[in-house]
């Protein structure tokens, strides 16, 4: 007979919440749809997020003993520092999308509850400490991002978009179900922590390594690193743009996230054999990043090879597998949130007679017509090209730092050159800004959250290098976090 | 009070300059002319109490540079040899600030040229009351910058640009040799401060020092560096060719820098090392021989040039190469006494020239002028003046200076010294002859220029005239008021320290003992050059073409300025073009921009375009692209790691 005890469940209380808040609000959104009318569900969504993050602030820490659920729930401070992260992004992107679903009228109340869910699985893969919880978390995070690309159903490109993500998706989790069992064949575990104690370098069976190959191209799909990122620029480019915001940010961060945690955890004792695959991976992120982006006229289809090259950036941190890799990885993102949220909200605050317009060209003479919406993109741009003393800058600097610390000079090298090209696309769109004349100015009026969406994250990235110390601080526990367990 | 009279241009420099546009064109004339006025009362009281009354002193302002043995600070050395610079450079920039209220009147950036005008006259200051060689340089560039802005001044027009650039990259090889000899001073006296250097020379006069792979006579190397220094802001000989196209700038720029203060700072710098250069009679030869073919060479051009500036030009590195045989002599304090003398005649004669200038409608060619006294009489006049105190006749300041100069070329006994003295008097000759041939073309005969012209001729305003009749005066008197003190009975008092000369190289006080011959010699070819002046260009018009079709070759060369400008554009500029034309073309075009940026650009647009195809829209390929990728990543894994 089988004594059942109830698992330990304070560490997810965020999660536990959200997830009724979720089929609160889909209730809610059922019975008070009225003709797109979905903005109840949206401010619910965004309300419940923040809620969200405040119980990671207060339940989501260290816990003594086993972890939740039997083990498979990890919490810390690294989980909090992601969770968090994840969840200003997903809130943001549900804020920045509001109008633009009301314009586009494609208002659906399922879109917010939809994100809702899809952070949940989020924050399941950041505290992932088994492999079946890891996939859980994936699959519910994927499962949820797919229906949002094809948000607008009467869109073909969006439609088009939606399928390609979601066939793609599907391959990417049967590599990644092929890796777990492989792994779990061969070590005859799951549990993250078992697995740390099997695999400890020594005569590792090639049975394993070709799992953990496929782990590694499973999760490298979610962070649209190359050669597994083709889906990402029509993806990008295809969806509506809130959505692609949302894409850009809190997905990216939760992959990173469960990235560094699986090879720093489970894995570590087999960085000789991962750090050559992430190594490379990185590498082909970055300089695709920074050459395929030169062609592109389509912001949107620029800003997926940027998060592509961006990637490969923190892949860098990744590689070096230490400590100080770690949380450059985690600085990395912060800021890279920041940058990318500020961007998106330019992007989304460019119109023509009331349309959505999305190419470079329609930046051209911005500096005349929204001076400050210039300056705002001029900052994002400069501090995406790693300029000093911008924010970007800095990400780059540890990441960097952190490998050469690890000895991975050529990585490094090959980093900053690659940045260098990099630099090229987005100071173009400077010169769009300032230098070139509009044909049609771009509507005057700006809507209040976008201004403040743009000036705060505006700030942040230009003034980030005097007072870093919060992020860096946080970033440093959260990293030795995953070192000392 | 001393440090009014170098900080109050500084001031009105800054003033002007940066809040010009607020202060508008007449306040901005105000208050530079003002604190120049006011320097130049101060520079003069400087002087009684400095040079007159015997209170030299050093005033430090704070330090420079502390680096081991390397101290400067930034000190004001007030004595005797700088009291009677400050009181030509402040007399002569407060003339030229007045005058240039009426000569600049049409322009339209006056504020930016009175603030050149300020800036140079601070960095001149900084120059000569210098107390150690970096400070000394430091003035040394200021002023090669403010010249080379006055020069370039007029920026719209391509002569200017071009003779700004030749100006500052002529001067840089002088500097060069200058900077070369502090860096060997320091080497060899580890002190840059030159009080200190004076008093250790005479300890270091037998010591060499290994210079381009030989042993030289320590003392004569440094000497020889610093001398191409001031060759080279003197316009001496060799790097002369700047002076002459400098006068594309405005006219009072040419008094007062390339005629009465920045030329002479070689002179200066000279005389301030004199106990240096005392110990090196082959600098001393070497500056001897510079200076009087420098004499020589720029009188026979002079004769030939017809541009009003020109000819002054030319007459200013002739009187230059007087000053540098007098150094060269050893007879500083009468290089000194004729370089104030010169400042105040031929400030006047270029002021005066600016103003015929200004009657003529901005001609500057004496061919088409003449016939203009009756309607100039005061510039005619004034004209007059610098001409005759610069041909050297009795009681004019030239006079005295000159005379003192030849007389101690002559004292010297020396074979040096007598060549340097025949030179000076042919220069004497020529000096009388052009000045004269200059006053009749552009004042006498038959008008030759468009009767438009002549109709606007007219005496230029007060605020020119006066300042011609203050440099006058300067230009009568100096010399008479002067000889005593400088170079006469009271030199030794007057001097004090400022001048070393040692004993048997006295040559100012052996030129009192001349034979009488030597000293009227002189006032004859003075004389025999204007004589000669009225009989060709007066008395007998048309005998100057004869002349010239008789000698055509020399004049020829005379004309075209010994084709020195075509010298060096054969034997520098073109090899430099080429030279630099292979660099950018094939060095820089083809190799490193070919294979730098130019090639990786490429390469990545190249890339992208690639890159951009592989993006093809279709699943399948999206899906392979992923399989391709795990199975790469994989044989890769196991050939290299199959272990």
């Known amino acids: ?485 | 009070m001393l440090y009014a009279i170098v900080f109050l241009p500084l001031l009105g420099a800054l003033i002007a300059g940066f809040f010009g546009r607020l202060l508008g064109d007449r306040g901005a004339q105000v208050v530079t002319c003002g604190f120049m006025l006011v320097s130049m009362v101060l520079g003069w009281i400087a002087f009684q109490d400095v040079a007159l009354a015997g209170n030299a002193r050093t005033v430090e302002l704070f330090t420079w540079l502390s680096s081991g043995d390397l101290q400067a600070s930034w000190a004001l050395k007030f004595d005797t040899l700088t009291a009677v610079m400050v009181i030509v450079v402040t007399t002569v920039s407060a003339m030229v600030h007045v005058y240039s209220i009426g000569y600049m009147s049409h322009d339209h950036s006056i504020p930016r040229f009175m603030a050149y005008l300020s800036f140079f006259t601070f960095a001149m200051l900084m120059l000569v009351t210098a107390d150690n060689l970096i400070q000394m340089f430091f003035g040394w560039e200021g002023v090669g910058v403010a010249s080379y802005l006055l020069i370039g001044f007029w920026f719209h027009k391509p002569t200017a640009n071009a003779a700004a650039i030749k100006a500052f990259l002529v001067n840089r090889v002088g500097d060069f040799g200058f900077a070369l000899g502090i860096f060997g001073t320091f080497l060899l006296f580890d002190t840059i401060h030159l009080d200190t250097i004076f008093q250790m020379v005479a300890s270091k006069q037998n010591v060499s020092i290994s210079f381009l792979g030989g042993e030289f006579h320590a003392l004569t190397v440094l000497c020889l560096l610093l001398f191409i220094g001031a060759m080279g802001k003197s316009a001496q000989l060799g790097l002369h060719t700047w002076l002459p196209d400098a006068m594309e700038g405005p006219t009072p720029v040419s008094a007062l820098i390339h005629a009465a203060t920045m030329v002479t700072a070689g002179v200066f710098m000279v005389a301030r090392l004199s106990p240096m250069m005392e110990y090196s009679e082959t600098a001393l030869a070497v500056i001897t021989i510079v200076g009087a073919a420098t004499a020589f060479f720029a009188a026979t051009i002079g004769m030939t040039q017809t541009d009003i500036k020109r000819v002054i030009a030319y007459s200013t590195c002739s009187q230059l190469g007087y000053m540098f045989f007098a150094l060269g002599v050893s007879a500083y304090s009468a290089a000194i006494f004729h370089l104030m003398t010169h400042a105040f005649f031929k400030a006047l004669l270029f002021l005066g020239a600016g103003s015929v200038i200004h009657a003529m409608s901005d001609e500057q060619d004496m061919r088409k002028m003449g016939g203009i006294y009756r309607k100039i009489p005061f510039t005619y006049a004034m004209m007059w003046i610098g001409s005759l105190a610069l041909a050297g006749v009795p009681f004019f300041a030239g006079f005295y200076s000159k005379d003192m100069i030849l007389e101690a070329a002559y004292a010297a006994q020396s074979n040096l010294g007598y060549f340097a003295f025949w030179m000076g008097i042919a220069a004497a000759l020529m000096t009388a002859f052009y000045s004269w041939r200059l006053l009749i073309v552009t004042f006498h005969g038959s008008p030759r220029a468009s009767a438009e012209v002549m109709s606007h001729v007219h005496e230029s305003p007060l605020v020119m005239t006066i300042p011609l009749l203050v440099l006058a005066v300067g230009a009568v008197f100096a010399g008479w008021l002067g000889y005593n003190t400088f170079v006469g009975d009271g030199m030794d008092a007057f001097w004090g320290s400022a001048i070393l000369v040692l004993e048997g190289h006295n040559t100012v006080k052996a030129a009192h003992h001349v034979p009488t011959w030597v000293k009227l010699l002189p006032i004859f070819v003075g004389i025999a050059g204007i004589a000669l002046a009225y009989w060709i260009y007066m008395l007998r018009p048309g005998t100057a073409d004869k002349i010239v079709a008789a000698f055509r070759p020399v004049c020829s060369f005379f004309l075209n300025k010994w084709y020195f400008d075509e010298l060096y554009d054969w034997l520098f500029v073109r090899p430099a073009l080429r030279l630099g034309r292979i660099f950018w073309k094939t060095g820089d075009g083809d190799i490193i921009d070919g294979y730098g940026p130019d090639g990786v650009s490429a390469a990545a647009r190249f890339l992208a375009g690639r890159a951009a195809v592989l993006q093809s829209g279709y699943v399948y390929h999206y899906a392979f692209a992923m399989l391709i990728g795990v199975v790469v990543i994989l044989s890769w894994y196991l050939i290299f790691h199959g272990g």
């Open chain 1, 1 to 485: 007979m089988m004594t059942t005890t109830l698992p330990v469940m304070m560490p997810a209380m965020a999660e536990i919440f959200l997830a009724a808040a979720g089929m609160a609000l889909l209730m809610y959104g059922v019975f008070t749809q009225r003709d797109g009318q979905s903005e109840g569900t949206a401010w619910g969504t965004i309300v419940a997020m923040l809620v969200a993050a405040g119980l990671v602030i207060i339940y989501g820490g260290p816990v003594a003993g086993e972890p939740a659920f039997y083990g498979q729930f990890a919490t810390g401070h690294f989980t909090q520092f992601a969770k968090v992260l994840i969840l200003v992004g997903a809130a943001v992107a549900v804020w920045m999308s509001v109008r633009y679903m009301r314009a586009e009228s494609s208002n659906r109340f399922e879109f917010p509850v939809l994100v809702l869910f899809a952070t949940i699985g989020m924050l399941v893969m950041v505290s992932a400490n088994d492999l079946i919880a890891l996939y859980m978390g994936i699959e519910l995070q994927s499962l949820s991002l797919y229906v949002i690309a094809s948000i607008r159903r009467d869109s073909l490109r969006a439609t088009e978009a939606g399928l390609k993500y979601f066939v793609l998706g599907a391959v990417s989790s049967g590599m990644l179900l092929y890796a777990c069992s492989l792994i779990y064949g061969f070590s005859g575990t799951t549990q993250f922590a078992g697995l740390a104690t099997v695999l400890t370098g020594e005569a590792t069976p090639l049975g394993l390594i070709v799992g953990l190959v496929f782990l590694i191209s499973g999760l490298a799909f979610k962070i649209s690193a190359v050669p597994f990122h083709m889906w990402t620029p029509d993806v990008y480019e295809g969806a509506p743009t809130p959505v692609t915001a949302l894409f850009a940010v809190a997905p990216k961060i939760a992959a990173v996230c469960l990235i560094l945690r699986t090879m720093m955890g489970p894995f570590g004792g087999l960085i000789a054999d991962w750090q050559q695959v992430i190594t490379l991976i990185s590498i082909a992120s970055m300089v695709l990043g920074a050459i395929a982006a030169i062609q592109q006229t389509n912001l949107k289809r620029l800003m997926a090879y940027s998060s592509i090259g961006h990637m490969g950036f923190a892949l860098v941190g990744v590689a070096a597998g230490n400590q100080a890799g770690a949380q450059a990885v985690l600085i990395y993102m912060a800021i890279y949130l920041f940058m990318n949220v500020g961007t998106f909200a330019v992007i989304l605050s460019m119109r023509k007679e009331g349309r959505y317009v999305e190419n470079i060209a329609d930046l051209a003479g911005l500096n005349k017509s929204h001076p400050l919406m210039a300056l705002a993109m001029l900052i994002f741009m400069f501090s995406m090209a790693g300029i000093p003393p911008l924010a970007g800058f800095f990400s780059k600097w540890y990441v960097f730092f952190a490998a050469i610390e690890a000895g991975l000079f050529g990585l490094a090298v090959i980093g900053v050159l690659a940045s260098v090209v990099g630099a090229f696309y987005y100071i173009r769109i400077i010169k769009v800004m300032y230098f070139d004349e509009a044909e049609a100015p771009l509507d005057s009026k700006i809507s209040r959250e976008m201004r403040i969406i743009m000036g705060f994250t505006a700030v942040v990235s230009l003034l980030f290098f005097i007072l870093p110390a919060p992020v860096v601080d946080q970033a440093a526990a959260a990293a030795q976090t995953l070192f000392t367990n």
